[in-house]
Structures are given as structure tokens and as C-alpha cells.
């Protein structure tokens, strides 16, 4: 990478992950109204749409080559910026949507353009700035940092948001751990660093005291191991992935029983803070508009009436439906769930596929990510939404897209030589 370019993907990646905007919010006492547009969000949003723009157009092949591999994803940011038509607040739709699309943009470019490793490591620096900046502003200046209720706020809005980034951030640092105690040559300095930053991220994922957080830590985790006991491994994948079928019923039915234990040992009510009593409220505002829904970001705004009427029913103050799915269904209908659908079935089926082929090491932390986020959006929403999540999720579908191409270009390859070779020997001049 030019030194250059890999500043701007670290400063651009950072910038998506809405960190330090808030902090510089809550030094000023500013507030922002739910749905709100902050000026220096879309400034910054237009200059890194502007620089990936010009890098696509540069390198406009090697980008156009994922494009088959990415159609679900570029469905659902079409579908976004088609919603305009029909949303409520069509200039908060036409925002959230254009910062969707320089999302998309970005990640798309960089998978096309550097290999899974430099990916990877991108993520791995922006985890490190990241939480080193919260450790710094959560010490350092604690009415900035920390919340009266003892979670950790950091450089974000809310301490689900920090616990969100840093459950995210410890699953490339075990991720690049794992492979480099079982490489065959392990990188001290590497394996340094993996345990700094990990532990570092762990410490953040407590201090934020975000349950659901600390849930989809440990699952990333577990599916790091997952992914790596399957690696080059048909026998061990169909025994591991069938066993994970097979429990994944039972396991949600027996969750479902013991809901309130479990509930409680994780500190919080039966209701889950609230968001049982949100959740039993979503289906009738989903009703009202079930297929195309009330346009992207459209929903949730401060001045919508039915925002008031379901923050009087459950008396608190609900940014959104604390479920991805849900808020899906709410903003994009049934048309954005089947496209959304769709590219979770292909992201598992392909993750699965190149975790065993073992071609691309990297695969193995794009499918614990994966995993990962589909956990943590039961109880929060980051799904279909810029941020962080949306961008992990555009690069492990154009990631796992380019391996697929590339898997499929050896294969050609290969049997292209097999037919060479026999045409040989058939040949008169042959031997």
C-alpha cells in the first residue's frame, strides 16, 4: 500500500465507526435531535465519498470484477435511495441513505483493491486507535468519557455503541493470535501486539458494562475457534457445522425457557431493559407499511408521530428497535428482509465453503465476524445501518466474492492444463 492511501482507509474507517463526533458533542453540551443532520457528519461523509469515487474510477476493473458477488448489497443501498419516493422525511432518508452509499463505496474499493491481510490489518490499527482514545478520554476526562450509571462512553454516543466496537475489535486480534501460534514460522512482535490490543479491547468490552456487547464478544470468540478447527478440514467442518445445526433449535427453545435466568445473570430484567415491551409494539407500525416500509432512516425521527406514540407506550426514550431485523422490516419491508435475507444465506454458505477450502486464511475471521453480528443484532441494531457493522458486513461480501472468483479462476486453470496435457498425449507427435 502507498503510505498515503492507507492513512486515508485508516482515517476513513475510523470516521464510519461515528466515533469522536460525540465526544466533541458532549464537550460543547450540543445535542442532536433523533434523525437530525450534523453538519460536520456530512462534510466528512462528502469528502471521503469524493476520494473513493476518484480511486474507483482509477482502478474501475478490478472494482467492476466483485460486482456479481455483491448484487444482494447493492440492492438494498438501491432499495434505500429508492425509498426516498415513499418516506415520510425524504431529506433524512436521501442522508442516511447517501452516507450507506459511501460506505458501501469504500469498503467495496478496498477489498477489490488489497489483499484479505491488508484488510484485516486496516481493521486491526483503527481497533487499536480507537480504543486507545476511549482509554484515554474514559481517564483522562471522565465526565466525557464515562456515564453516571458506570459504563464506559469513550470517543462514541452511548456505551453499547463502545461495547459494540470493541466486541467487534477483539475478534481480529484473537483472529491474527490464532493463526500466528499455529503458523509454522510465529512472529513474536506479532503475537505481542495481538495480546496488547486484545486485552485491551476485552478491558473496554467490561467497562462498557453493554451486556449484549459482552454476549457477541464471546461468540466471535467461539466461532474463531470454530472456523479454526475447520481449516482445511472436510471431516472436522461436517461434524462442527452439523452439530451447530442441529443444536442451534434446541439451543434457542431452551434459551426461550430460561429467559429470566439467564437474563438475570446478566444483570438486567426480563424485559431486557425494556426491549421485550419494544419489540411486542414494532408489528402493528410494521403492518401499516409491510413490503417497502417507511423509507430508510424514515422511522425513527423525533418529529414522527409514531416514535412519540412508542416512546409514551414504553416510557423511555428508544433510538431505534434494539433489533436489526426488526428495524429492517420497519424502514425497508419485506422487499429489504428477503435482499438482506438472501445475502446472509450466501455470505454463511460461501464463508463455510472457504474456510475449509483453506485457500484464503483470512476467511476464518470474516466467518466469526459474521456470526458475530447476526448475534448482536437480536438486541441492538446495526444491521442495515452506516456504521461499523454495515461495513464489515460489505467487506466479507466482497471479500469472500474475490476469493469465490478466485477459487473459480484456478479451477479453470487446472482443468484447462488436464485438457492441454491430454491433447498432448493423444497427439501422433505426442510422445
Known sequence: MKRAEKLFHILAFAW???????????????????????????????????????????????????APGLWPILGLVSLALLSTAWSDYPAVTVRRAGTLVTITMWAWYVT?????????????????ALALASLAIGLGAPGLGQTPDDGWVG????????????????IPFFYTLLAEMFSQRPRSLTILFSVAGFL???????????????????????????????????????????????????????????????????????????????????????????WFGHGFGAFWVDQSPNVLEIWTAVDWTPPHAH??????????????????TIQILLLLTNGVRAVIDGREIGAQYLLATIFALLIHNLAESTFVRPGLSWDLLVIAT????KIARQRQTARQTRFAGRFQRREAAASPHGG
Open 112 to 128: 477489490a483493491r488489497y489483499d484479505l491481510q491488508d484488510v484485516i490489518s486496516i481493521v486491526r490499527q483503527v481497533m487499536w
Open 200 to 290: 485491551l479491547c476485552c478491558g473496554l468490552l467490561y467497562l462498557s458494562q453493554s451486556r449484549t456487547a459482552w454476549v457477541t464478544g464471546l461468540i466471535g470468540l467461539i466461532f474463531c475457534v470454530f472456523t479454526k478447527l475447520t481449516h482445511k478440514r472436510v471431516g472436522a467442518a461436517i461434524i462442527i457445522w452439523t452439530a451447530i445445526v442441529l443444536l442451534l433449535v434446541p439451543g434457542v427453545l431452551l434459551a426461550m425457557e430460561q429467559f429470566g435466568t439467564i437474563a438475570t445473570m446478566l444483570g438486567r430484567d426480563s424485559t431486557l431493559t425494556g426491549r421485550v415491551d419494544l419489540w411486542l409494539l414494532m408489528p402493528s407500525y410494521i403492518m401499516e407499511r409491510p
Open 323 to 340: 433489533n436489526g431485523w426488526l428495524d429492517l422490516l420497519l424502514e425497508l419491508g419485506v422487499a429489504g428482509l428477503s435482499l438482506a
Open 398 to 401: 466482497a471479500a469472500l466474492a
Open 16 to 66: 464510519q465507526c461515528n466515533a469522536f463526533l460525540p465526544l466533541l458533542a458532549r464537550g460543547s453540551g450540543a445535542t442532536t435531535d433523533l434523525g437530525a443532520a450534523n453538519p460536520l457528519a456530512t462534510i466528512g461523509n462528502a469528502c471521503v465519498l469524493g476520494v473513493v469515487l476518484v480511486l474507483m474510477l482509477s482502478h474501475w476493473r478490478m472494482v467492476l470484477r466483485l
Open 155 to 170: 470517543v462514541f454516543t452511548t456505551k453499547n455503541e463502545l461495547g459494540m466496537v470493541m466486541a467487534m475489535g477483539i
